[in-house]
């Protein structure tokens, strides 16, 4: 069966009564949306502030392939396996983009056996969270042209407008446009472009707020422009804008309830790319599950280089949370994709692929071991088509790596087929303190934190950039230098070129674009030829997709 034809005949329970049953959460502190799904209220999550945090596993990978590698599917079958043996545990996931969704994915849910569910609410517009953001978003953009229509007494210069707008759907005719067409009526005629949602700051903001005050304040700190000086900065509340962008995510700020197939609780909130944005969901619901469970799952978007150096650099330093281990998921069909298979032919035993490729798997395992510090476990996501001579030899150079390697089945078995999984992480976490290591100081230059990231972690020998960008870089020192950098690169290579797979060296990482995202507390740092706009492929998810006169929903993958 498909996911989405295994989802819809799951024996799903109503959410409050799993959420009564598992962690004594009263239904009236929740807000329900329909009988399996709802948002948790803030009261609740603050009279949780006193309990004993439980422990924070990672869920990462290799750098992503065509094959496919089941990150999400991973924290999932994880999260089910450590309930199996008897350890209470909470999932946290990322919400689910419309973009991807309708683009390539078709769904992000989790695979098989191993997913969250209601699956179509989930990756179509689930609780509004992303409306709701986008809205958000596009309301300080209309507040900016109005304020210039209106005479513009802030002196915003339209040339050094910093602030773009979003929509949650990939389009790439929307990068760059013209606004303001058809005479004085309709404003003034400037460049403008949109980016998706999940690269909008206040995705990022919401995800990094602790509470509605913290969201207010980091939302008015947000810089829509300057003045025709250059220099001067003009906010968010220079226009009175952050009170009614609060107000718009009064319900989004709440994290979202839901459940696996096997009725475990999950909690599914915020949703930054981890190409183009920082990859994690929200603190709220990390620090929230930390408090309800024993062991918490987490993954961060893409690979080890991208989503988890993010997850430690920026949500941890920022929020204070000190992870325990770290697992790190694999293919045999992504390994030897590294390798030179074309995807047709990866389905065929390759040995030597699967050697030429393991160099990725390599770097990413001691990137999180050295770099982050953090222990690891390699968990081979098991395909039909994977030999035995493939899984031996694979699990043999882990061996010879000094990485424990276990092969998970919980695609197919679900819970029960990650219990080795389970086994191997709760030995690491449990025999260590919680903590990890920054790839960067915090007071080192901002050019200085680029460049640590691209020569550790993405093997490359050096960084270049245009004279503006190093010294607008230089400029935001004086006020910004504390801030830690949010890449934005090629999920596909530690390069920024996307056909360079393995694990090359001695590239270089061009910044080709810098962004200060005030209101979020980072510098977002664009490499190479990355596009915060996607476009949709040849062929769209999208064309598949379908609803019966039932209303059952066909072609999420």
């Keep these: 069966m498909s996911d989405i034809e295994i989802a819809q005949k799951a024996n799903i329970k109503p959410i409050a009564e799993l959420a009564r049953e598992h962690y004594g959460i009263a239904s009236e502190h929740l807000d329900p949306y329909g009988h399996f799904k709802a948002k948790l209220s803030l009261e609740y999550v603050n009279s949780l502030k006193n309990n004993k945090?439980?422990?924070?596993?990672?869920?990462?990978?290799?750098?992503?392939?065509?094959?496919?590698?089941?990150?999400?599917?991973?924290?999932?079958?994880?999260?089910?396996?450590?309930?199996?043996?008897?350890?209470?545990?909470?999932?946290c996931l990322r919400e689910?983009?419309?973009?991807?969704?309708?683009?390539?994915?078709?769904?992000?849910?989790?695979?098989?056996?191993?997913q969250v569910v209601p699956m179509e609410d989930i990756n179509l517009h689930f609780t509004g969270d992303f409306h709701a953001i986008g809205v958000t978003h596009n309301l300080l953009s209309?507040?900016?042209?109005?304020?210039?229509?209106?005479?513009?007494?802030?002196?915003?210069d339209p040339r050094r407008i910093q602030w773009k707008r979003v929509m949650d759907m990939n389009d790439r005719a929307l990068r760059k446009i013209i606004i303001g067409?058809?005479?004085?009526?309709?404003?003034?005629?400037?460049?403008?472009?949109?980016?998706?949602?999940?690269a909008s700051e206040v995705m990022a903001i919401l995800c990094l707020a602790t509470d509605r005050k913290d969201l207010k304040e980091r939302l008015g700190r947000i810089v829509i422009g300057y003045?025709?000086?250059?220099?001067?900065?003009?906010?968010?509340?220079?226009?009175?804008?952050?009170?009614?962008?609060?107000?718009?995510?009064?319900?989004?700020?709440?994290?979202?309830?839901?459940?696996t197939l096997e009725n475990n609780l999950a909690i599914i909130h915020g949703g930054p790319f981890a190409n183009i944005a920082h990859g994690c969901n929200t603190v709220t619901a990390t620090k929230t599950a930390l408090k309800l469970a024993d062991y918490v799952v987490t993954e961060a978007g893409f690979g080890a280089d991208l989503g988890a150096e993010k997850f430690i650099d920026i949500k941890c330093r920022i929020a204070g949370l000190k992870p325990s281990a770290?697992?790190?998921?694999?293919?045999?069909?992504?390994?030897?994709?590294?390798?030179?298979?074309?995807?047709?032919?990866?389905?065929?035993?390759n040995l030597a692929a699967l050697e030429a490729g393991f160099v990725n798997l390599e770097r990413h395992y001691r990137n999180i071991t050295e770099h982050y510090g953090l222990p690891c476990v390699?968990?081979?996501?098991?395909?039909?088509?994977?030999?035995?001579?493939?899984?031996?030899?694979?699990?043999?150079?882990?061996?010879?790596?000094?990485?424990?390697?276990?092969?998970?089945?919980?695609?197919?078995?679900?819970?029960?087929?990650?219990?080795t999984l389970a086994h191997e992480i709760i030995a690491l976490a449990d025999n260590r303190e919680p903590g990890c290591s920054f790839v960067y100081s915090e007071n080192l230059p901002l050019w200085e934190k680029i460049e640590a990231i691209a020569t550790k972690l993405y093997g490359a020998s050096s960084i270049t950039a245009t004279s503006k960008i190093k010294n607008q870089l230089k400029t935001w020192d004086e006020h910004y230098g504390n801030f830690p950098i949010c890449m934005a690169k090629t999920q596909m290579s530690f390069s920024t070129n996307p056909t360079l797979k393995g694990s090359p060296s001695?590239?270089?990482?061009?910044?080709?674009?810098?962004?200060?995202?005030n209101g979020a507390g980072f510098i977002v740092a664009l490499a190479g030829d990355i596009m915060t706009m996607p476009g949709l492929p040849k062929e769209p998810a999208a064309e598949r997709i379908d609803i019966d006169d039932d209303g059952r929903i066909t072609g999420l993958f």
């Design 326 to 349: 770290v697992v790190l998921v694999a293919t045999v069909r992504a390994l030897k994709f590294h390798g030179g298979v074309n995807k047709e032919d990866l389905n065929k035993e």
């Design 506 to 517: 001695g590239h270089n990482i061009e910044i080709t674009e810098v962004r200060l995202a």
């Design 142 to 156: 209309a507040l900016i042209d109005n304020h210039i229509t209106q005479g513009n007494a802030l002196g915003i």
């Design 96 to 114: 689910p983009s419309l973009g991807p969704c309708f683009g390539v994915k078709g769904g992000a849910a989790g695979g098989g056996y191993a």
């Design 378 to 419: 390699v968990s081979i996501n098991h395909f039909t088509f994977d030999t035995e001579a493939e899984l031996n030899w694979l699990q043999q150079k882990c061996a010879e790596l000094g990485a424990k390697c276990v092969l998970a089945k919980h695609w197919a078995e679900g819970g029960a087929g990650a219990e």
């Design 227 to 259: 003045k025709a000086d250059g220099k001067t900065a003009i906010y968010a509340r220079d226009l009175n804008a952050h009170g009614a962008m609060a107000a718009l995510l009064k319900d989004a700020i709440k994290p979202n309830l839901v459940q």
């Design 181 to 198: 067409l058809g005479g004085v009526g309709n404003g003034y005629a400037r460049e403008d472009s949109f980016d998706i949602v999940v």
């Design 53 to 91: 945090d439980g422990k924070l596993i990672l869920v990462t990978a290799i750098s992503p392939t065509p094959a496919g590698e089941g990150k999400t599917t991973t924290t999932v079958g994880l999260g089910d396996a450590l309930n199996r043996i008897g350890k209470k545990t909470m999932i």
